[in-house]
T-cell receptor, first 114, second 112 residues
Framework: NAGVTQTPKFQVLKTGQSMTLQCAQD?????MSWYRQDPGMGLRLIHY???????DQGEVPNGYNVSRSTTEDFPLRLLSAAPSQTSVYFC?????????????FGPGTRLTVT | DAKTTQPPSMDCAEGRAANLPCNHS???????VYWYRQIHSQGPQYIIH???NNETNEMASLIITEDRKSSTLILPHATLRDTAVYYC?????????????FGTGTRLQVTL
């Protein structure tokens, strides 16, 4: 298994541009989440999904959209990039049930907005 | 979810035990204690979790006080590769989406 994969690894955007951060997992996990991590800070939850077709907002959802059309993929869309969205973005997945506590994280996407 | 308090940083000599404390005085009966770590620039990695009994796995041991208001993560023989930020998280194990609330954690520096 590849686990959780994220693309791209690095991205530079200009203010106002839009883009999609890709996330995929091959573990058949029902739950997927997006977090952002600013320098020196812990991770903050942006959006999450409990299954295909179901998404919900986390702690810091403004400026981001998500959709979950398949179990495997959970893309994060930046609608109009702002310098405040400069951050490292992590995607995570975890199974339902007794082992739902263990989240598997991707390697991250480092985004800079100028 | 209950709030947790951790020291911002700790040092440990390689080969010695690293004991990382966490206070969670407002923990409620159905909340578990989870530990994750984040090695520089990588995604967080699950270490261990527990409810009220002490737990041990191949990575670490978790000691939870009898009143459950604090816990300690023990890395029995720390190596340089254990240098990381360690996060203590308290939340229910409800089986629904595991939304984790990460604080700023403890930065453990393992030295020669």
């Amino acid at each position: 298994n590849a686990g959780v994969t994220q693309t791209p690894k690095f991205q530079v955007l200009k203010t106002g541009q839009s883009m999609t951060l890709q996330c995929a997992q091959d573990m058949n996990h029902e739950y997927m989440s997006w977090y952002r991590q600013d320098p020196g800070m812990g991770l903050r939850l942006i959006h999450y999904s409990v299954g295909a077709g179901i998404t919900d907002q986390g702690e810091v959802p403004n400026g981001y959209n998500v959709s979950r059309s398949t179990t495997e993929d959970f893309p994060l869309r930046l609608l109009s990039a702002a310098p405040s969205q400069t951050s490292v973005y992590f995607c995570a997945s975890n199974p339902r049930g007794d082992t739902s506590y263990e989240q598997y994280f991707g390697p991250g996407t480092r985004l800079t907005v100028t | 979810d209950a709030k947790t308090t951790q020291p911002p940083s700790m040092d440990c000599a390689e080969g010695r035990a690293a004991n990382l404390p966490c206070n969670h005085s407002t923990i409620s009966g159905n909340e578990y204690v989870y530990w994750y770590r984040q090695i520089h620039s990588q995604g967080p990695q699950y270490i261990i979790h527990g409810l009220k009994n002490n737990e041990t796995n191949e990575m670490a041991s978790l000691i939870i006080t009898e009143d459950r208001k604090s816990s300690t993560l023990i890395l029995p023989h720390a190596t340089l590769r254990d240098t990381a930020v360690y996060y203590c998280i308290v939340r229910p194990n409800t089986g629904t989406a595991s939304k984790l609330t990460f604080g700023t954690g403890t930065r453990l520096q393992v030295t020669l």
